[in-house]
């Protein structure tokens, strides 16, 4: 087993709030397993999206689909980097989760958008809760002048009163200091409102906070289509997401950024308080890079 990653820590509230909170030592790993499990929620349609194509029709949401082509043998042309969890095994070309004490990931072939599998990120209740807990991986390139990366996402547990991110893009901090910025895509447990969080880190401490309120949302109970396009243009850098392929929010980041590498999350990269679990499954990962 290996160190996590250090999980940002995140604020409610303000706009921007300055050394807003603390990174979150994630703890080491938990074991993974490919066994079967079934999540036992109600999906709808998933959209299309605007920068990649669809789902095949022979992988649509609701109730177990019948084996088709897998999904990332559809795109064309192929992106950077694809996993429909339909071919290899768990974990293939992924480097080692980052997961808190309980969190697991499985194979799920219950309820997919393309068959046979989905990916499932558990992450239980953490007492007493003293920091975030999570469950996530991520994949990271460098020398990155664009990053793009969508998946398809559905919640089927959250707990009353808190708040979880269902997917990250990490990009280094171009100061003298070093550090990093991560961008989340934070849900609070009740169905409406959403927010990209931006944190600005050097030296392990989250230096600046600032929240970029989204002008729509993943249904958590329903699968949806998230795609993030973030242009690194020189020092500066603009995101653009959509939900189910329509625009969700459009805006430039607050950090001054290098293009050393950038990196896509999937997971439950954190939620807070601890004291509340989140389950949220995954399929059809694709990241496009556009190289310096």
């Not at 447990?189 to 989250?206: F, L, Y």
Request: glycine residues 10%.
């Amino acid at each position: 087993m290996t160190q996590g990653f250090r999980t940002l820590a995140t604020c409610a509230g303000a706009s921007v709030l300055v050394a807003c909170g603390l990174l979150v030592n994630t703890g080491d790993l938990s074991s993974d397993t490919t066994d079967s499990v079934d999540a036992g929620a109600d999906t709808g349609s998933p959209g299309s999206d605007a920068t990649t194509p669809p789902p095949p029709p022979s992988g649509d949401a609701g109730g177990d689909a019948a084996v088709g082509t897998p999904y990332c043998a559809t795109l064309s042309p192929a992106p950077t980097f694809c996993d429909d969890f339909d071919v290899r095994v768990l974990g293939f070309d992924w480097p080692s989760p980052h997961a808190t004490a309980g969190a697991t990931r499985t194979l799920d072939n219950t309820d997919v958008i393309s068959a046979p599998n989905v990916l499932r990120w558990e992450v239980p209740p953490v007492t007493p809760a003293l920091e975030d807990s999570a469950g996530y991986q991520e994949k990271s390139f460098g020398g990155v002048a664009r990053i793009r990366c969508g998946y398809h996402v559905q919640v089927t547990r959250t707990q009353t009163g808190t708040q979880a991110s269902l997917g990250r893009v990490r990009l280094p901090l171009g100061t003298a200091q070093g550090g990093e910025v991560a961008l989340d895509l934070v849900h609070p447990s009740t169905m409406d409102g959403a927010r990209v969080a931006e944190t600005i880190a050097e030296n392990g401490k989250a230096l600046v906070y600032v929240d970029h309120p989204l002008l729509r949302w993943p249904v958590l109970s329903a699968w949806s289509r998230i795609e993030w396009d973030v242009n690194l243009d020189g020092n500066f850098a603009r995101l653009r997401i959509s939900v189910d392929g329509v625009s969700a929010g459009d805006f430039p980041l607050s950090g001054t950024i290098k293009r050393d590498f950038a990196a896509c999350a999937i997971g439950v990269a954190y939620v807070t308080p601890a004291n509340g679990g989140w389950t949220a499954r995954y399929d059809n990962v694709a990241i496009d890079i556009t190289p310096l």
